[in-house]
């Protein structure tokens, strides 16, 4: 069974430029979850999704990320304009209902702006 | 809210010594406990988790962990490390009425040398 795929695993832009990072989960998990993981710190919930909906973004710093899950699948976050202090890494994880209680994450894309 | 503590921000042992990292959390209500390694440049892998019954629980790579509810702790230990157990140690608490939101400690690095 493939693992949860992210993409692309390093991203190097300078300030006020656009990014976009992409996560396909676990076949079967409805549940999909993004991470924001500083250096030296533990990772932070950015946005949860239950199939295409999104249940908590409370997290999400709406004025310049945005994310989406078309379809129930696949999910994109966003980030327009990109700051300095975005540099971190940016981890998805899936679960699925019949294991709830354990979330895979996947590898995480390295975000560094300079 | 739920928070965790991870006192140790780095440990560093002998290849076949034990290891003791701890961990501490905070909740007014109680919770679902989570161990996660994290190896450089990789995602967070589940080791274990308490989410009822016996307080001992056993996770994968002959890690485990104790659950003790009156000090509020939930330390991971392990009888005899090896070199490749150097790694990021993630310590996560949710509340036990659903998985939805992890909250993880700072991570506690454990160092093993030969």
């Known amino acids: 069974e493939a693992g949860v795929v992210q993409s692309p695993r390093y991203k190097i832009i300078e300030k006020k430029q656009p990014v976009a990072f992409w996560c396909n989960p676990i076949?079967?998990?409805?549940?999909l979850y993004w991470y924001l993981q500083n250096l030296g710190q533990g990772p932070e919930l950015l946005i949860r999704?239950?199939?295409?909906?999104?249940?908590?973004d409370s997290q999400l710093p709406k004025d310049r990320f945005s994310a989406e899950r078309l379809k129930g699948v696949d999910s994109t976050l966003k980030i327009q304009p990109a700051e300095l202090g975005d540099s971190a890494v940016y981890l998805c994880?899936?679960?699925?209902?019949?294991?709830?209680?354990?979330?895979?994450f996947g590898p995480g894309t390295r975000l560094t702006v300079l | 809210a739920q928070s965790v503590t991870q006192l140790d921000s780095q440990v560093p042992v002998f290849e076949e010594a034990p290891v003791e990292l701890r961990c501490n959390y905070s909740?007014?209500?109680?919770?679902?406990l989570f161990w996660y390694v994290q190896y450089p440049n990789q995602g967070l892998q589940l080791l274990l988790k308490?989410?009822?019954?016996?307080?001992l629980v056993k996770g994968i790579n002959g890690f485990e962990a104790e659950f003790n509810k009156s000090q509020t702790s939930f330390h991971l230990r392990k009888p005899s490390v090896h070199i490749s157990d150097t790694a990021e140690y993630f310590c996560?608490?949710?509340?036990?009425?659903?998985?939805?939101?992890?909250?993880f400690g700072t991570g506690t690095r454990l160092l093993v040398s030969p």
């Open positions: 999704y239950e199939n295409e909906e999104a249940v908590d």
């Open positions: 909740s007014s209500v109680s919770v679902y």
């Open positions: 308490y989410l009822s019954g016996s307080t």
């Open positions: 076949s079967g998990h409805n549940t």
């Open positions: 994880a899936s679960s699925s209902p019949r294991e709830a209680d354990t979330q895979y």
């Open positions: 996560a608490v949710t509340k036990n009425t659903g998985f939805q939101k992890l909250v």
